[in-house]
């Protein structure tokens, strides 16, 4: 029972264009959504977050939208840099549990 | 350290034998994780503790699968009898609170059973 899904496994994007990834979930208990990103070799790096008050969340070239009546947030880069190729993975968590469900990740490759 | 620490960061085993693995949280975070990644799937919750509280175990595979916390502090996960199944990255994450704080991962333990 895959509760988070990011069902493209793979993006790439063109340097200086937009990077969209999205990811899906069936939870409505969830309340707070994250964005890691993982380079080979290393654990995954929080990038940023969103709670369920609110629909977009904005940090430099990093922007979160969520989308509650449709279980469905996403991810927008711009604009994307080589540096930012890596596995990006979303996951939330429901009030007072703590537990953080992952989705499977994708990885996106930004050409220069 | 400044950041969560996990050894070995390589074991390979022998099917059959137990190991353990060790996770250094940051200094002060009082919930700590467990997690799995198998080579091309995303992050397998294993594991939850919280403070005090009585750790969520949900994410357990099989009972040779156990984890101890020592306070708020460091953090065994062995694995009894290793199965090839369970080769994997394993990765540790702590953060300051156990909901609505971003988790601190280390770079993971990679188990290899041959």
């Known amino acids: 029972d895959q509760q988070v899904k990011q069902n493209s496994p793979s993006l790439s994007v063109q340097e200086g264009r937009i990077s969209i990834l999205n990811c899906d979930y069936t939870?409505?208990?969830?309340?707070?959504f994250l964005w890691y990103k993982k380079y080979p070799a290393e654990g995954p790096t929080f990038l940023i977050s969103?709670?369920?008050?609110?629909d977009k969340n904005e940090d430099g070239r990093f922007t979160v939208f969520l989308n509650k009546s449709a279980k469905h947030l996403s991810l927008h880069i711009v604009p994307s840099q080589p540096g930012d190729s890596a596995v990006y993975f979303c996951a939330a968590s429901a009030i007072n549990t703590g537990k953080l469900i992952f989705g499977q990740g994708t990885t996106l490759q930004v050409k220069p | 350290g400044a950041g969560v620490s996990q050894s070995p960061s390589n074991k390979v085993t022998e099917k059959g034998k137990d190991v353990e693995l060790r996770c250094d949280p940051i200094s002060g975070h009082t919930a700590l994780y467990w997690y799995r990644q198998r080579l091309g799937q995303g992050l397998e919750f294993l594991i939850y503790?919280?403070?005090?509280?009585?750790?969520?175990k949900s994410g357990l595979p099989s009972d040779r699968f156990s984890a101890e916390r020592t306070g708020e502090s460091v953090s065994t996960l062995t694995i009894q009898r290793t199965q090839q199944e369970d080769s994997a990255v394993y990765l540790c994450a702590s953060s300051l609170v156990g909901t609505g704080a971003p988790l601190h991962f280390g770079n993971g333990t990679r188990l290899t059973v041959t």
């Open positions: 939870n409505s208990m969830f309340d707070y």
């Open positions: 503790f919280q403070g005090n509280s009585a750790p969520d």
């Open positions: 969103i709670s369920s008050i609110k």
